[in-house]
């Protein structure tokens, strides 16, 4: 039986070779049809080019399939593996200290997500990183992919790894929504969160009409189209899958080099479907007393993430990232103890576009949730 990373690769090369096969068998008996001269040449260079389409696709979707496979199989999971609910996942803890980190990815990426600001945070406490069931190297399990079911697989992957607690949750975009779920859940031994551009319930309503109308097409046209490119190897023809950060950590700039070249396009789908009832489950999560919350948003001037900003009118884009800055702001109700940063020229990525920020604030966040720093001035909104 194939495994889940090979599956769609063997679909496309199979789908690939049939018309690569019948161009042949058309090609073969076109000498002996009584057709045109015109029509005959004609026919030849058209299936001539499928041929050549397909068998290059063939062959650049094996190759990438192959080479990922090589990969994996010489870079085995950083971290440790357990069973959760009878299925593998993926948890990598570095560094010491107490409270621990909790890292939660956006919707289609793992754990490999943080690499630029997970060793630096790691000289100040503890800090996990995990993949969500069906990314990085934990093992698809059945059922939807909304923040209750997320919020359980992780709590159950954190009673294995004996994480009790204290522990502050920080997540990025989507796991806005998965966090409040978790702290609702098990709010015992939470001790603060981080939202690093987060995700807040039901946010597609109160987006511009026209962010709304096309809104589906961008986010399957990003999923298909996006997977269909990584499934066929270009980034990978395009020297794009081993870019290390540098000689100080060449093997995590390889390992997310390698993670830019992946992806398992139907837990993304899933986690993109899911969307809308994530919203449902945690719109009426919090507040949450004085529970420490420090928020981090991207910059509402941002010109860095230009998919978005191409596809949509200067006004509808406008009004979406000043909806988006108002949706930031209402963060801070959720407790007596928030504050937010606004991180000067930094698109929906923060811990991309602006690790240094996180590199900065989040250690001195930990500090004052032990009550070794000054607390901060609560309810402010700066721009760093």
């Not at 062959?59 to 971290?79: D, K, L, W």
């Not at 948003?297 to 800055?325: C, G, H, I, Y």
């Not at 811990?351 to 500090?367: G, M, Q």
């Amino acid at each position: 039986m194939l495994s889940a990373s090979l599956t769609i690769p063997f679909i496309i090369v199979v789908t690939a070779l049939l018309p690569a096969y019948f161009s042949v068998r058309r090609l073969r008996r076109l000498r002996s049809l009584p057709i045109g001269k015109f029509r005959r040449i004609s026919e030849r260079v058209i299936l001539s080019l499928v041929m050549l389409v397909a068998v290059v696709a063939a062959a650049s979707t094996t190759f990438n399939a192959i080479a990922h496979e090589v990969f994996v199989a010489h870079h085995p999971a950083p971290g440790q593996i357990y069973v959760v609910n009878g299925y593998k996942m993926h948890l990598w803890c570095t560094g010491e200290g107490s409270p621990t980190i909790v890292l939660e990815s956006g919707a289609g990426d793992d754990s490999l997500v943080w690499g630029k600001v997970k060793p630096g945070l790691s000289n100040t406490t503890r800090v996990c990183s995990y993949d969500r069931a069906g990314t990085g190297w934990s093992e698809p399990q059945p059922g939807p992919r909304d923040s209750d079911h997320i919020v359980e697989q992780l709590h159950a992957l954190l009673q294995q790894a004996e994480i009790t607690g204290p522990i502050v949750l920080m997540g990025h975009s989507i796991a806005g929504m998965h966090m409040r779920d978790y702290v609702t859940r098990y709010p015992q031994n939470v001790k603060g969160i981080v939202f690093v551009d987060g995700s807040t319930p039901m946010q597609q309503d109160h987006f511009p009409e026209e962010l709304r109308a096309k809104m589906p097409r961008l986010i399957w046209t990003e999923i298909l189209v996006g997977g269909a490119a990584l499934y066929l190897g270009v980034p990978r023809v395009l020297g794009q899958c081993h870019s290390g950060t540098g000689p100080e950590n060449w093997e995590v700039g390889d390992l997310q080099g390698e993670n830019g070249c992946s992806v398992n396009v139907p837990v993304a789908a899933g986690e993109y479907t899911a969307f809308e009832q994530d919203g449902i489950e945690t719109i009426h999560t919090g507040p949450y007393g004085d529970l420490p919350i420090l928020i981090f948003s991207q910059d509402p001037a941002n010109r860095v993430d230009k998919n978005m900003s191409q596809s949509l009118s200067p006004q509808a884009f406008a009004e979406m990232n000043s909806t988006w800055n108002q949706m930031q702001e209402d963060l801070k109700k959720l407790s007596t103890r928030s504050r937010r940063i606004i991180a000067k020229g930094s698109g929906h990525y923060i811990e991309l576009y602006r690790s240094d920020l996180l590199l900065k604030e989040v250690p001195l966040f930990i500090e004052q949730v032990r009550g070794n720093a000054l607390p901060p001035q609560y309810g402010t909104t700066t721009t760093e």
